[in-house]
């Protein structure tokens, strides 16, 4: 057990080290987030001049909710460049993994989120400082009590887990389809929609959100966002924390047993 | 020209060759596009439109900038792999060809599965034409068909100018994404709505404006001034500095090759 965790850390480690390389890249990425931020937050300042009252949110929850989507929007999202693991399953290097002392679900699992984790820390929590520094209508603001903000982080590091879990899936159902280009465009599109990611999940039809709530995508990142701005606060969120874990053991069960009938198929493919 | 024609179809042909593979990118698209269009659809519900114009103008926007995105990424979306010609000296191959170097470029990359955002634009416009309040006179129609092309156009020059920035830099320049990605979102609403800054900066730096709000003007009878229905024809001129562009980078060009 303590070898394994090792063997993890160790593998964060690297992948760190290989993003902070790119200097200038990083420096895009903080300016492309915070561009679009703004851009989005323009938007919505449009849509609430005319008819804010309309929406489920205030104004400044909104913005919040689109700064910390924009910093987070790495950790969050299902499809990234995990281009390690896309190409073992193209080229079936997977065998060498599978010959690996080390669980390829477990490996896998860790290497997607060190991925996303390392990329985020220095490319979009840069992004949310500068949210923080912006001028009064864009600017975010935190919630005041600690508290909540300490339910936003749990919940954060879940809904995180969450999405990986999902990559997870995504990644053993590319074992047996060859449009791997097609699949992840597709799971891109459903996970973010269906996340909050296009617009918030408050902001959709009551009768949709009566089924859409209860589906694993809503145990990802709209969760703590909804704790981040304060749509969701107190007895609600501490359930939407246990709405998340609940989703989590169940994908993660999901994907290792699935993962263990997908690898023996490959086996015998092998030569 | 006949050769074009040829990497054109077999690059059509080799696509098709895995009709499942090529269906199921094409309906990703699809759905992109599509959940971009619930979103809004989502929004209309709750509000009756943004700044003066209404849900049907909103849409006639949306599935414009669409078309223009989808037309033009799919003719230079392929460009993208320029870096990794640099990188690989495949150039060297292209640049020893008697033929146009752009074209040797793009016609073996287009992709066709951008046809699936193409369809949805166009489902959506078919919403939007009735819906828009917008009189469908021959003129009118004309400078719907000036839109898209020229849209097309605009979205095709920033891509070649991306790709271009290649020659000059060897790390990938992802921030410019929020003028082609960007801007397929943002151009949902009409581009006035995120202020006088953004909308000149649409107008005279890049010209997407003129694809869309300056002339939809004209579309509602805001404007009867012909210089707005002709707006997109102005947009052409992004030509010029985008192809100087292109120009100076080729000359710059050294070869990584051995």
């Known amino acids: 057990m303590k070898t394994a965790f090792r063997v993890y850390t160790s593998m964060f480690g690297i992948r760190f080290n290989y993003n902070l390389q790119y200097r200038a890249a990083v420096l895009g990425a903080i300016a ?144 047996y389809f060859i449009s791997q280009r097609g699949i992840r465009i597709i799971v891109r599109s459903v996970t973010t929609f269906f996340s909050g990611g296009v617009i918030p999940l408050v902001f959709f039809p009551e009768s949709v959100q009566q089924v859409i709530r209860f589906l694993p ?26 709405f998340q874990v609940f989703w989590l053991t169940a994908l993660v069960f999901m994907g290792q047993s699935a993962m263990k009938t997908a690898t023996k198929k490959v086996l015998s493919l092998g030569g | 020209m006949r050769l074009y024609l040829n990497y054109f179809l077999m690059e059509l042909k080799s696509q098709m060759q895995y009709k499942t593979s090529f269906f199921l990118t094409m309906f990703g698209q699809f759905l992109t596009s599509f959940t971009t269009f619930f979103g809004i659809r989502f929004l209309f519900d709750r509000i009756y439109g943004i700044d003066d114009f209404t849900y049907g103008q909103v849409l006639l926007c949306f599935s414009v900038v669409m078309m223009s995105f989808s037309l033009g990424e799919m003719a230079g979306g392929g460009l993208a792999v320029f870096p990794d010609l640099l990188r690989g000296g495949e ?35 078919g919403a939007a034409v009735p819906a828009s309040g917008v009189v469908w006179t021959l003129p009118n129609v004309l400078v719907l068909v000036l839109m898209v092309l020229c849209g ?75 210089l707005y229905a002709l707006a997109p024809l102005f947009a052409l001129l992004f030509v010029i500095p985008s192809v100087l562009f292109y120009r100076a980078g080729l000359r710059n060009y050294k070869s990584t090759g051995s």
């Open chain 1, 217 to 242: 995508f809503a145990a990802m990142q709209n969760m703590p966002l909804q704790i981040l701005c304060g749509t969701i606060t107190d007895a609600d969120a501490v359930k939407g924390i246990g």
């Open chain 1, 32 to 175: 492309k987030g915070f561009c679009w931020a703004m851009m989005e937050i323009l938007g919505y300042l449009a849509v609430y001049r005319f008819g804010g009252d309309a929406l489920p949110m205030d104004f400044s929850s909104t913005t919040a909710y689109v700064w910390a989507h924009q910093s987070f929007i790495v950790l969050f999202s299902v499809v990234f460049a995990d281009t390690e693991i896309y190409s073992a399953i193209r080229t079936g290097t997977v065998v060498y993994d599978l010959a690996r002392p080390v669980g390829l679900y477990g490996k896998w699992f860790c290497e997607s989120a060190s991925n996303r984790l390392s990329f985020a820390l220095v490319n979009c929590f840069p992004v949310l400082i500068l949210g923080l520094l912006a001028p009064a209508p864009f600017k975010l603001t935190l919630p005041a009590s600690s508290p909540q903000l300490c339910l936003f982080l749990v919940s954060a590091l879940l809904a995180f887990a969450v999405t990986v879990a999902i990559a997870m899936l995504m990644y053993i159902s590319l074992f």
């Open chain 2, 91 to 125: 150039l060297d191959r292209i640049l020893v060809r008697p033929r146009s170097i752009l074209l040797q470029v793009i016609m073996p990359n287009m992709d066709f599965s951008r046809l699936g955002l193409l369809a949805q634009a166009m489902i959506v416009l």
């Open chain 2, 152 to 226: 097309s156009v605009v979205f095709f020059c920033l891509f070649l100018l991306f790709a271009t920035a290649a020659f000059f830099t060897v790390q990938s320049l992802n921030f410019l994404d929020i003028f082609t990605y960007g801007m397929r979102d943002f151009g949902r609403y009409p581009l006035s709505v995120y202020g006088e800054g953004v909308l000149r900066f649409l107008t005279f730096v890049i010209p997407l404006a003129l694809i869309q709000y300056y002339p939809l003007l004209y579309l509602l009878g805001r404007k009867d001034n012909a």
